[in-house]
């Protein structure tokens, strides 16, 4: 099992940028493709971005492709999402999520049901 905490979440202007950051803890963390989902109110938890488990490949939900980045420090057991040009849509609890096996995402890297690890969320808030 693995602990993800994550941090970096707060209030923004749009326009403006945030860092957020994911760290593991528990199991080994480089074998394991790391995701950032959203959940705004009254809405179900969308995809943001992935990194496979050596960050050869990353992927973006159309709706951040551009202005969000993720990467990944397998000696520090983090990853992150850099977020620039923020929007008051982008306002969200933003999940780090770890997948539930080493070196392999079933459902792809966009599904929930691939990751079986979940941090409690931290909010973003994006003030027009």
């Known amino acids: 099992q693995v602990q993800l905490v994550e941090s970096g979440g707060g209030l923004v202007q749009a326009g403006g940028s945030l860092r957020l950051s994911c760290a593991a803890s528990?199991?080994?963390?480089?074998?394991?493709?790391m995701g950032w989902f959203r959940q705004a109110p009254g809405k179900e938890r969308e995809f943001v971005s992935a990194?496979?488990?050596?960050?050869?490949?990353?992927y973006y939900a159309d709706s951040v492709k551009g202005r969000f980045t993720i990467s990944r420090d397998n000696a520090k057991n983090t990853v992150s999402l850099q977020m620039n040009s923020l929007k008051p849509e982008d306002t969200a609890v933003y999940f780090c999520?770890?997948?539930?096996?080493?070196?392999?995402?079933?459902?792809?890297?966009?599904?929930?049901?691939?990751?079986?690890?979940w941090g409690q969320g931290t909010q973003v808030t994006v003030s027009s």
């Open positions: 990194i496979s488990w050596i960050a050869s490949s990353t």
């Open positions: 528990g199991r080994t963390f480089s074998g394991y493709a």
């Open positions: 999520a770890a997948a539930r096996d080493p070196y392999y995402v079933p459902y792809g890297f966009v599904r929930k049901a691939s990751y079986g690890n």
